[in-house]
């Protein structure tokens, strides 16, 4: 059965700087892309980053490239996000996702993700 299991939300400042976990199991991590989501209110889940677990290639939405950035820990089965400069458009729930590598090295579209953790929200205070 998998699981992904987020951490890491919580209220900051403008500015500010988060560092979201999400913890997996029962997954086979080296034939895995994970990737990190977020929603706001009112609006579409947009993707934000992702990370192939074989390669450590990441990929980034252009709003967050330079100031988020994605890591794993294969020892630990965690993927991880750090937020730094933080804005208030940044709130949002964010989410872990996981999919199978296919052909496609990165996919920025939520359909394409088997599985998703439970969120975990980020607010950004201006």
């Known amino acids: 059965q998998v699981q992904l299991v987020e951490s890491g939300g919580g209220l900051v400042q403008a500015g500010g700087s988060l560092r979201l976990s999400c913890a997996a199991s029962?997954?086979?991590?080296?034939?895995?892309?994970m990737g990190w989501f977020r929603q706001a209110p009112g609006k579409e889940r947009e993707f934000v980053a992702a990370?192939?677990?074989?390669?450590?290639?990441?990929y980034y939405s252009d709003d967050v490239k330079g100031r988020f950035t994605m890591s794993s820990d294969n020892a630990k089965n965690t993927v991880y996000l750090q937020m730094n400069s933080l804005k208030p458009e940044d709130t949002a729930v964010y989410y872990c996702?996981?999919?199978?590598?296919?052909?496609?090295?990165?996919?920025?579209?939520?359909?394409?993700?088997?599985?998703w953790g439970q969120g975990t929200q980020v607010t950004v205070s201006s």
């Open positions: 990370i192939m677990w074989r390669s450590g290639s990441t």
């Open positions: 996702a996981a999919r199978s590598e296919g052909i496609y090295p990165f996919v920025l579209m939520a359909a394409g993700y088997s599985y």
């Open positions: 029962g997954l086979t991590f080296s034939s895995y892309t």
